[in-house]
């Protein structure tokens, strides 16, 4: 690459942002509305129903770089009862959208676990499709005590 008096005032302005945010730049947060327009686009922009998934996760979580989270879906995983998907998301994180888990009727149940990394405290959200076009939805607020995004 050639360097021009453009590329480098563009990198002194880069610095100097640099500089200005103190060494330190850190990620952009989303905002919990960013995280429930996500869910709505995810449910076809109706709101989920309350019930047949279970979301869990610590109250507490003392290090927020890993975050054991874990869902299943009470689901005959047969016919309109199957779980097509789940997706998690945590509305404080930079991107909400964490992880996305799919089932089929070989799965023989809607059960997963991962570990997550959270920014700080916020919700984290699990919905579940259904091949029957409904959606279902649990939530759950994490208190975190160390940052895992920059926090």
């Known amino acids: 690459m050639q360097l021009t008096r453009r590329n480098v005032l563009g990198l002194t302005a880069g610095a100097a942002a640099f500089a200005i945010a103190g060494g330190r730049i850190s990620p952009a947060m989303a905002s919990a509305e960013e995280a429930e327009k996500m869910v709505m ?90 091949k029957d076009g409904s959606f279902y939805m649990d939530k759950k607020q994490v208190k975190v005590t160390i940052g895992g995004c920059g926090g």
């Open 41 to 130: 686009e995810f449910a076809g922009g109706a709101m989920p129903a309350e019930g047949k998934i279970t979301l869990t996760a610590p109250e507490i979580a003392e290090n927020g770089n890993t975050v054991p989270v874990s869902i299943s879906v009470d689901s005959a995983m047969e016919g309109d009862d199957l779980v097509e998907s789940v997706i998690i998301f945590a509305d404080g994180n930079p991107s909400p959208a964490v992880a996305t888990f799919h089932f089929t009727e070989m799965s023989g149940e809607a059960l997963a676990t991962t570990r997550m990394r959270l920014a700080k405290t916020q919700n984290v959200i699990a919905v579940a499709k259904m």
